[in-house]
């Protein structure tokens, strides 16, 4: 990763938002917009791949959530680990995915929790098998270490919870 100065000024979506005091926060929101579009296209396509066709990136997380750990999860579950806030996404995904007998429900007392199929299961080792054979290997050939790839999580983590703030604290106004 390269911290040269583009002669030209930051990369940014929009000039204007980087005119401020920190146009490094223009740089990283168009970077993650690009990452953002192309991880929702490598999920849809991977999936594919794997013989899941038809599912959408959101459907695809939270199958994926749902099968971690092999644990039964509950809707509220499911959009905290995610930050979706629209409950809304999510049962229409969890129904989508009940309906492509991808996961199943059950009762704990009162709870509806949600648990994945053999089905969904298989669906996600395929996925995994095509990660690997295609992302996994690309990032290995590059110069980028695991240690970097956990600080940028990291770090991308913490910044998330200042937008959420921001989003709070907007949403006050």
Same mark, same amino acid.
């Given at each position: ?59 695809? &997380? *939270? ?10 999860? /509950? $809707?509220?579950? =499911? !959009?905290?680990? %995610? ?51 295609? &992302? *996994? ?10 240690? /970097? $790839?956990?600080? =940028? !999580?990291?770090? %991308? ?17």
């Amino acid at each position: 990763m390269s911290s040269e100065k583009n002669e030209f000024g930051p990369i940014v979506s929009s000039g204007h938002l980087a005119s401020g005091a920190l146009p490094a926060l223009s740089e990283i929101e168009f970077g993650l917009i690009m990452l953002n579009h192309a991880f929702s296209r490598w999920m849809v396509r991977c999936m594919a791949a794997a013989g899941v066709p038809d599912l959408s990136a959101i459907d695809i &997380l *939270v199958l994926h959530n749902i099968n971690s750990r092999n644990k039964p999860k /509950t $809707l509220a579950d =499911i !959009a905290l680990v %995610l930050n979706i806030e629209d409950t809304h996404v999510v049962t229409y995904a969890l129904k989508k995915l009940e309906r492509l007998k991808l996961i199943k429900s059950g009762r704990r007392g009162k709870e509806k929790l949600v648990m994945v199929t053999e089905a969904g299961a298989d669906a996600c080792k395929r996925y995994a098998a095509v990660r690997e054979a295609l &992302l *996994v290997k690309s990032v290995l050939a590059t110069e980028v270490t695991g240690e /970097t $790839l956990s600080a =940028i !999580a990291s770090r %991308l983590r913490a910044l998330s919870g200042h937008y959420d703030q921001a989003a709070r604290a907007a949403a006050s106004l």
